[in-house]
T-cell receptor, first 110, second 112 residues
Framework: GQQVMQIPQYQHVQEGEDFTTYCNSS?????IQWYKQRPGGHPVFLIQ?????EVKKQKRLTFQFGEAKKNSSLHITATQTTDVGTYFC??????????FGPGTRLSVLP | NAGVTQTPKFQVLKTGQSMTLQCAQD?????MSWYRQDPGMGLRLIHY???????DQGEVPNGYNVSRSTTEDFPLRLLSAAPSQTSVYFC???????????FGQGTRLTVV
């Protein structure tokens, strides 16, 4: 079945440094979503990408969907302590349910 | 607007006991789903429903039952709890299976 992987599993950064997490699918995706989960909280939707090569920005966050629609990335510029949490990608293969990656846990040292 | 409401927030069960995790949403969403979250494994789909009266299995359905008698409610039943079912359970709803999902606060279940 479809598999979604994320790297790295953990990332520790100093406040102000940049952060990137990568998401890779074993199959071509129709769309991909990104979620953020704060420690002890629930996943919160960030964005959805549907077009090949699509790039979307939300303030300091930049999301990218690969040309082949099998990978995606989330880049955070100048991290802040409020960025702490686990970032999940979820990929959907046409007509099927979303499959979540294992997540990247980000910690930001002040 | 409450969104997705899950109860209880915490539960401890003995092996073999049964219980129902409640989930309700007030957004008139057709699609609802249950996930379990275990360390290092992300969210895995247990069961989902595309509308009242329609349910289907996800990736890890064994040991769980669901029903969807109304649009608002989607309870998850554990028939005979096992220690392997110790996990955090999230209910989610969306307008359609391909749109943004709204998650409940989660239920932390421990089976001893």
């Amino acid at each position: 079945g479809q598999q979604v992987m994320q790297i790295p599993q953990y990332q520790h950064v100093q406040e102000g440094e940049d952060f990137t997490t990568y998401c890779n699918s074993s199959t071509t995706l129709s769309n991909i979503q990104w979620y953020k989960q704060r420690p002890g909280g629930h996943p919160v939707f960030l964005i959805q990408l549907v077009k090949s090569g699509e790039v979307k920005k939300q303030k300091r966050l930049t999301f990218q969907f690969g040309e082949a629609k099998k990978n995606s990335s989330l880049h955070i510029t100048a991290t802040q302590t409020t960025d702490v949490g686990t970032y999940f990608c979820a990929g959907r293969n046409y007509g099927q349910n979303f499959v979540f990656g294992p997540g990247t846990r980000l910690s930001v040292l002040p | 607007n409450a969104g997705v409401t899950q109860t209880p927030k915490f539960q401890v069960l003995k092996t073999g006991q049964s219980m129902t995790l409640q989930c309700a949403q007030d957004m008139n969403h057709e699609y609802m789903s249950w996930y379990r979250q275990d360390p290092g494994m992300g969210l895995r789909l247990i069961h989902y429903s595309v509308g009242a009266g329609i349910t289907d299995q996800g990736e890890v359905p064994n040991g769980y039952n669901v029903s969807r008698s109304t649009t608002e409610d989607f309870p998850l039943r554990l028939l005979s709890a096992a220690p392997s079912q110790t996990s955090v359970y999230f209910c989610a709803s969306s307008f359609a299976g391909r749109t943004e999902a709204f998650f409940g606060q989660g239920t932390r279940l421990t089976v001893v």
